[in-house]
């Protein structure tokens, strides 16, 4: 299992708080990204980027914009595509 992967799973079992997920996907993901050896499926890799855009558009704060994520609607997206 891969970095990714990794934090993947541990987010969704909840091993981890969405704040110590994004800071660390949104750093492990770029590293990928650059890694011209990085060898994962188009499926996976597309989901790979859709965690990142999702984990993105995360905001822990109450005044979070409405398109912005919170913790549990983040563990939502990401389970959702993780396992599509």
């Known amino acids: ?48 980027d859709s965690i990142f855009s999702a984990a993105d558009m995360y905001n822990p704060a109450i005044d979070r914009a409405e398109y912005e994520l919170d913790e549990a609607k983040l563990r939502d997206v990401v389970t959702e595509i993780y396992s599509s």
Request: net charge negative; aromatic share 14%; proline share 0%.
């Open 1 to 48: 299992m891969n970095t990714l992967e990794h934090l993947v799973h541990a987010f969704i079992s909840q091993e981890i708080t969405a704040s110590n997920f994004v800071n660390e996907y949104l750093d492990a993901w770029r590293k990928w990204r650059d890694d011209e050896n990085s060898c994962f499926s188009d499926t996976l890799s597309s989901k790979f």
